[in-house]
């Protein structure tokens, strides 16, 4: 079973930016769209953004897009979230998740993943 490791959390100030980053103990993960999830206190879990396999195609809910951008390095059997223009309300875990799929579609693609979490990474942002 594929293992995941986020990594890369840590302290900001807002405005400022951070570069996650997600391994994995399995080659075949290179074969699934990646997402990326996170948990505010109190919250749900809510899934972010996603990449497709090939990377190709990628996808962001409106209250990231444009200040976070994902990435793969399959070679290095990878996956990035370059954060920037952090802001308070981006404090939680951030966790890596493989999705049922290669493809990364839109919203509806974060709803379909496969239950393997990691023990995630803590983003905090300072005002």
């Known amino acids: 079973q594929v293992q995941l490791l986020e990594s890369g959390g840590g302290l900001v100030q807002a405005g400022g930016s951070l570069r996650l980053s997600c391994s994995a103990s399995l080659g075949t993960f290179n074969h699934y769209a990646i997402a990326w999830f996170r948990q505010a206190p109190g919250k749900e879990r809510e899934g972010i953004s996603c990449i497709s396999s090939n990377d190709d195609s990628t996808f962001y809910v409106d209250s990231v897009k444009g200040r976070f951008t994902i990435s793969r390095d399959n070679a290095k059997i990878m996956v990035y979230l370059q954060m920037t223009d952090l802001k308070p309300e981006d404090t939680a875990v951030y966790y890596c998740?493989?999705?049922?799929?290669?493809?990364?579609?839109?919203?509806?693609?974060?709803?379909?993943?496969?239950?393997?979490w990691g023990q995630g990474t803590q983003v905090t942002v300072s005002p």
């Open positions: 998740v493989p999705l049922t799929d290669f493809r990364c579609t839109g919203a509806g693609s974060l709803a379909q993943y496969l239950d393997v």
